[in-house]
């Protein structure tokens, strides 16, 4: 099976451009998670949707920062206008409730590291 | 805000020894742990999961969990150079959707060969 799949990889923008993340999660997992890992702020959770609908977004640091699931195979991660603070490495991760560790156990993608220059 | 709270390191055992990573979570009303280890410039990992007072072990690894202190622990007997890496704690909080993890900022272990 694949797993999470994350795109780009890596991006280099300039402040003040838009930046667009994006994110396939594992097929049959209901619950989908975008995370920001830095060194000085660990990893922090931005957004979390539960069946394509967005639960707790209490974590996305300003209006700046946007987050839709369309459908359950695709979600996107939203910068706009980028700054130079944003650069970390996000994480897209998607789980099941009825697995084996009741929900806890996320599967990440490998991660989109942005610079903002 | 609930917190979890773990020692940075890095934490060096020499190949063999047992290693002891420690944590500590502010929310007392947190029902799950977890256990998550990240080798450098990779994804995290789920490897132990507890619900419940006491230990849980699995092959190699041990974790412990004491609600009354606020605490979880996770124990690496006979350390191998492959288990150098970041071990992240996490929680997931009575009020908080199942799922919605709260990381702490990891330990780093070296295990020297």
């Known amino acids: 099976d694949a797993g999470v799949i994350q795109s780009p990889r890596h991006e280099v923008t300039e402040m003040g451009q838009e930046v667009t993340l994006r994110c396939k999660p594992i097929?049959?997992?209901?619950?989908l998670f975008w995370y920001r890992q830095t060194m000085m702020r660990g990893l922090e959770l931005l957004i979390y949707?539960?069946?394509?609908?967005?639960?707790?977004d209490s974590g996305m640091p300003e209006d700046r920062f946007s987050a839709k699931m369309p459908n359950a195979s695709f979600s996107t991660l939203k910068i706009q206008p980028s700054e130079p603070r944003d650069s970390a490495v996000y994480f897209c991760?998607?789980?099941?409730?009825?697995?084996?560790?009741?929900?806890?156990?996320?599967?990440f993608g490998e991660g989109s590291r942005l610079t903002v220059l | 805000q609930k917190e979890v709270e773990q020692n940075s390191g890095p934490l060096s055992v020499p190949e063999g020894a047992i290693a002891s990573l420690n944590c500590t979570y502010s929310?007392?009303?947190?029902?799950?742990f977890f256990w998550y280890r990240q080798y450098s410039g990779k994804s995290p990992e789920l490897i132990m999961f507890i619900y419940s007072n006491g230990d849980k072990e699995d092959g190699r690894f041990t974790a412990q969990l004491n609600k009354a202190s606020q605490y979880v622990s996770l124990l690496i007997r006979d350390s191998q150079p492959s288990d150098s890496a970041t071990y992240l704690c996490?929680?997931?909080?009575?009020?908080?959707?199942?799922?919605?993890?709260?990381f702490g900022k990891g330990t780093k272990l070296s295990v020297k060969p």
């Open positions: 996490a929680v997931n909080s009575m009020g908080g959707s199942q799922g919605n993890l709260i």
């Open positions: 097929s049959g997992h209901n619950s």
């Open positions: 949707f539960n069946n394509n609908v967005p639960i707790d």
């Open positions: 991760a998607s789980s099941r409730s009825s697995g084996r560790a009741r929900g806890g156990e996320l599967f």
């Open positions: 929310d007392r009303g947190s029902q799950s």
